[in-house]
């Protein structure tokens, strides 16, 4: 007799569609549990470009990834889900009927879950940084090696040397300069994979002297207990270089890999999840992929599809979970009933 984890619906990562997808089953009476391998809620948005502005979110002229996930978690407060973080979800065995499906989900920290529904919001699938082959580098990860900056403060007064020639490298390049004490730009070649405007203006803070540009690599990072003090550059010509160097960020893309989520059983297409349009349903009866991770014609991979997505799968989630009552079309604005749910009337 296992100790199972009972619930309406398990959501398989916590990016912004997984989110939203809390909100519109919440306002169905669907309670969920939301399980995501990294450590905090926000996939994308909060793991790749939490400090970067997001301009087409509808009504919200501009807001940063980071600021988007607050919201979100913010909006989905009175349904009071619960998290599951640092946790895969490995397995997933069908367990029910098509008219009454169950499923019984596995984690990598050893949870079982049984669920009357699924909903697949694992974005890219889970993903991770490729890291550059510099030995020991582990031993600085986090504490001044960073793949991804959660604050900018971590880098004021800091020697910053950054690694790469794609956006990422670039926008980094720029928006790190008026805060730390040096910067410099460490890349194998001289062209970039980067918008022209913003290799522009690199090159012009270079032209100006307030950034160092290095044609090279780091081979190898010297510090103490996580704590860096200096890089070794090598020159493309064979020639070494000591850089001033306290925090590190290498740039050298992501590996986004399906994982788990491919051996369930489901029909794949190249790596994403088809679903029909009317309720982002699976091949399998009860089995739900929105956000990122779906796949139909026209498909967009935007943060509003995946909202949208979701209010349509809580609609036919809600003929699984309460196949004998009938769902009214009710607004937020007008229906006390909704109102309670949000606790605001
Ligand atoms: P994700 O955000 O990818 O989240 C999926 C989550 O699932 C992840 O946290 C992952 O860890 C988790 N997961 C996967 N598999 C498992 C598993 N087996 N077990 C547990 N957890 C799992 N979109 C816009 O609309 N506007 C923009 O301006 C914009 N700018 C962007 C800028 C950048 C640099 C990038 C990279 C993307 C941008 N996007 C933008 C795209 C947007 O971020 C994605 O469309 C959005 O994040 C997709 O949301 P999601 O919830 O489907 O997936």
Known sequence: NEAAIETDVLIVGAGPAGLFAVFELGLLDIKAHVVDILPRAGGQCSELYPEKPIYDIPGIPACTGQELVDNLLKQIEPFHPTFHFNEMVETLVSLGTAEKPEFRLTTSMGKIFHSKLVFIAAGGGSFQPKKPPIPKIEDYEGKSVFYAVRHMEDFRDKNVVI???????????????????????????????????????????????????????????????????????????????????????????????????????????????????????????????????????????????????????????????????????????????????????
């Not at 893309?253 to 369930?264: D, I, N």
């Open 163 to 345: 690694v790469g020639g794609g956006d990422s490298a670039l926008d980094w390049t720029l928006n790190l300069q008026p805060v730390a004490k040096s910067l410099t730009l460490v890349h194998r070649r001289a062209e970039f994979r980067a918008a022209p405007h913003s290799v522009t203006a690199m090159q012009e803070l270079v032209g100006a002297g307030k950034i160092n540009f290095r044609l090279g690599q780091i081979t190898a990072i010297e510090g103490a207990e996580g704590h860096l003090s200096g890089a070794t550059l090598k020159g493309n010509e064979g020639s070494e270089e000591k850089l001033a160097c306290e925090r590190l960020m290498p740039f050298f893309g992501l590996t986004m890999k399906l994982g788990p989520v491919a051996e369930w059983g489901l029909q794949l297409h190249e790596n994403l999840i088809p679903v029909d349009t009317e309720k982002f349903e699976t091949s399998h009866p009860g089995i739900f992929a929105i956000g990122d991770i779906n796949y139909y014609p026209g498909k967009l991979k935007l943060i509003l599809s995946g909202f949208h997505e979701a209010a349509l799968a809580a609609q036919k989630a809600h003929r699984y979970v309460y196949p004998d009552k009938k769902l009214l079309f009710q607004y937020t604005t007008s229906s006390t009933n909704l109102q309670k749910k949000l606790g605001v009337s």
